[in-house]
């Protein structure tokens, strides 16, 4: 007869032995369920992690969490617990219709399971996929696998009780119509009892399929199951094992099977290895509840696309200051930004704001070709172009008058301005001595050549937009001076006002000096910028050389900024020479000092650029 003390120890003995038989069943696991490369170099990592019955651990934060890629440590990553609705599942329902789930009174077994396993389908995401397996004195698909929750509601609806039990038979099917499917892969088993039917498959051929595809199998048994049997199925491949007391309890179960897996953990990191297509390995390790599990996957460190959305259409016409920015989409922050203008490098922006303000009137007006090529950190690169028709940002030209026309007395000037942004303001000036500024159209003014002296001319006019760019033209008008008989008119009128008769006047200039006439003499351009420019000489001195202020400015690059000066002396013209180290010529003899000129003489200025005019009189 066995003492208290005895009887004490060998109670703790069995104790003992029933929990490591617990344990033995199952261990703490990690299952890496997704890896999301889409926009890699991010990587997106869905994990289940459950205890040792199955079920999710809660609470886990990063320092339980290890990872790893290629065996090198990672070391900025995120975690985050989810419920994720996102990974699709691929879900087969294996359901005992052996006679014993008919039952005496309603609702039965059956019907109980059934209705359990309608809500659950109900509550699963759209794009899960659902098939059902019936299993009794054989197994039977009652429905491959389809997102059409009305059709897996009618044939659940349709299922009758009869015969044995051959849940051997019906897990080896299970998992062989879910073996080749790509979402998260689910066997959800209910039965009432055990494999008592004569089936092609043993409990060791189940437990093979089982292991052999990874599935995990989440049993709800009730009634006279087997527990052991169905806990060392579920321990296999990650699953769980529920037996509750009878069939009214399914809902709950079915509701522990969802939340076990839609309860995960994401990690989330940007990797540093490049987009090159290839497959490498991910690894981590949870640290909790005392034990240290971990999953391996791999992945492909995938080319990623880039988009890039440009500023311009086609076509589109620009000039001025044009920012080059286009709008990115890529998977890692940018590295490198590259515009290309017709084949050639323009710019290569390296860091933020990838863009470029750019003048246009660095090229010539016209259709260019420009290319993006963009590069991010991960190594992918994306590349779009553009055709834009480049325009001056402003324009300016003279209406009225036209080149070397006649003008005098009040005389309109007319010009015409297009921009491609505001203008700010247009000047009028005559011989670059500014008229009138005008900050609105219409752009004309009205001048007085009479204020002029008779001969040419410059009239220039400029405008301004918005920005700061300009454009100029500028072009000779002759004027014809005072009219003669409105001199007589505006002296005899003042004369008059005077009190002193126009007789008398007109007498005493007939017994005055003589009045000077001057020689009707003209500069004619040869050869030169200048060519074919005509310009009238008078009595007045007048300096020519290459600065503007001359009262002629040579344009040729072989002239001296100071080069002669014509004076009147003694009724002929004399020229002078200004520049000691670059004398002009005349008829191919160097001027040092002077040289009076004769009707035909030829003028040189310069000797490489040259110059040449002719001195006429008339």
Do not use: C
């Not at 990191?269 to 971990?294: F, M, R």
């Not at 940018?334 to 490098?345: A, F, K, P, S, V």
């Not at 006047?505 to 500069?523: C, D, F, H, N, Y």
């Amino acid at each position: 007869m066995l003492t208290i003390k005895k009887a004490f120890l060998l109670i703790t003995v069995l104790l003992l032995l029933s929990v490591s038989t617990v344990n033995a069943q199952g261990t703490a696991r990690v299952n890496i369920e997704d890896i999301d490369n889409g926009r890699f170099p991010v990587l997106e990592i869905y994990l289940s992690i459950t205890d040792v019955q199955g079920f999710p651990i809660k609470n886990l934060d990063i320092s339980n969490f290890s990872v790893s890629e290629d065996g090198r440590s990672v070391k900025n990553f995120e975690v985050t617990p989810v419920q994720n609705v996102k990974q699709p599942l691929a879900v087969v329902l294996a359901i005992d219709t052996s006679g014993s789930m008919g039952g005496r009174s309603l609702p039965t077994p059956l019907q109980n399971a059934v209705e359990a396993a309608k809500i659950f389908v109900d509550s699963l995401s759209s794009q899960d996929q659902v098939a059902v397996i019936s299993f009794s004195s054989s197994s039977y698909m009652v429905q491959d696998f389809t997102d059409d929750r009305s059709v897996i509601r009618t044939q659940l609806d349709a299922l009758k009780p009869d015969g044995n039990t051959t849940m051997y038979d019906g897990i080896v099917q299970a998992v062989n119509l879910l073996g080749q499917r790509s979402e998260r892969r689910v066997l959800i088993l209910i039965t009432d009892g055990k494999d008592t039917g004569n089936g092609k498959f043993s409990s060791s051929d189940a437990r093979d399929e089982v292991r052999g595809y990874g599935i995990p199998v989440y049993s709800i048994g009730f009634g006279d199951v087997d527990r052991d049997e169905l806990e060392k199925i579920s321990g296999l491949a990650g699953g769980t094992a529920q037996i509750k007391p009878n069939s009214s309890d399914l809902q709950s179960a079915f509701r522990t099977v969802l939340q076990i897996l839609r309860e995960q953990y994401l990690v989330r990191y940007t990797s540093s290895l490049p987009a090159d297509s290839n497959q490498h390995e991910l690894k981590i390790t949870i640290d909790a509840q005392g034990l240290s599990v971990s999953d391996e996957r791999s992945f492909e460190a995938r080319l990623g696309e880039i988009k890039i959305i440009l500023p311009f259409k086609d076509g589109d016409i620009v000039g001025g200051n044009v920012l080059l920015k286009p709008k990115v989409i890529a998977p890692a922050d940018l590295e490198q930004l590259d515009i290309r203008l017709d084949g050639e490098i323009l710019q290569s922006v390296l860091s933020e704001p990838f863009e470029y303000p750019w003048d246009t009137t660095t090229v010539d007006p016209g259709l260019h070709k420009f290319v993006f090529i963009v590069t991010d950190e991960a190594g992918n690169t994306g590349q779009a172009s553009i055709d834009l028709n480049i325009e001056p940002p402003i324009t300016v030209n003279i209406v009225t008058p036209v080149k070397d026309q006649e003008v005098g007395g009040l005389t309109k000037a007319i010009a015409e301005v297009s921009s491609l942004v505001r203008v700010a303001r247009v000047e009028y000036m005559v011989d670059g001595v500014e008229l009138q500024t005008l900050t609105a159209s219409p752009y004309e003014v009205t001048i007085n050549w009479s204020d002029y002296s008779k001969g040419p001319h410059w009239l220039e006019v400029k405008a301004t937009d918005a920005n700061g760019f300009s454009d100029t033209q500028k072009i000779m008008v002759q004027a014809r001076g005072k009219d003669f008989w409105f001199l007589i008119l505006v002296i005899g009128m003042s004369l008059a006002a005077l009190g002193i008769p126009i007789a008398v006047w007109e007498r005493k200039k007939a017994v005055g000096t003589t009045a000077k006439v001057e020689s009707q003499a003209i500069l004619r351009e040869l050869e030169g910028p200048n060519l074919g420019k005509v310009w009238h000489l008078g009595s007045q001195d007048v300096r020519l050389g290459r600065k503007r202020d001359n009262d002629i400015q040579l344009r040729s690059t072989g002239a001296s900024r100071e080069q002669a000066l014509i004076k009147y002396e003694n009724g002929n013209h004399v020229l002078y020479n200004l520049s000691r180290e670059n004398p002009p010529t005349v008829n191919k003899v160097e001027v040092r000092q002077k040289s009076a000129l004769r009707s035909g003489d030829i003028i040189q200025f310069g000797k490489a650029d040259q110059e040449i005019i002719r001195y006429e009189q008339q």
